[in-house]
């Protein structure tokens, strides 16, 4: 097994950073509800999965201490899941745009 102190696994970001990231998704919250009334035409879309991109974002960072992991394959599992959503939107996205519309 891997030689590891426990100090090194007990030390946690500050109370004070925890609670910002807390106010900055809240801030976004309500970011996403007022975006949702403003006419963008086409980009109504994008701009709310942009929104919620971040939200996750600081949610896989800061509350599933994905930042601070010092493990290479807790990196890995997250950038092979970032990997297969990429795949996954991209192989939808080729069969939306194939589709013909009448």
Do not use: Q
């Not at 809240?26 to 963008?40: D, F, H, K, Q, S």
């Not at 069969?95 to 009448?102: I, N």
């Amino acid at each position: 097994m891997a030689d590891h102190s426990i100090s090194e696994h007990s030390k946690s970001l500050p109370l004070k950073l925890y609670f910002g990231v807390w106010a900055t998704l809240l801030i976004l919250t309500y970011v996403t509800y007022r975006v949702a009334y403003v006419e963008l035409g086409p980009f109504n879309s994008v701009v709310a999965l942009v929104i919620a991109a971040i939200k996750a974002t600081l949610v896989a960072l800061f509350f599933m201490h994905v930042w601070r992991a010092g493990e290479k394959f807790i990196k890995a599992v997250v950038l092979a899941s970032l990997f297969f959503l990429l795949l996954l939107l991209g192989l939808t996205m080729a069969d939306y745009m194939t589709r013909p519309w009448s």
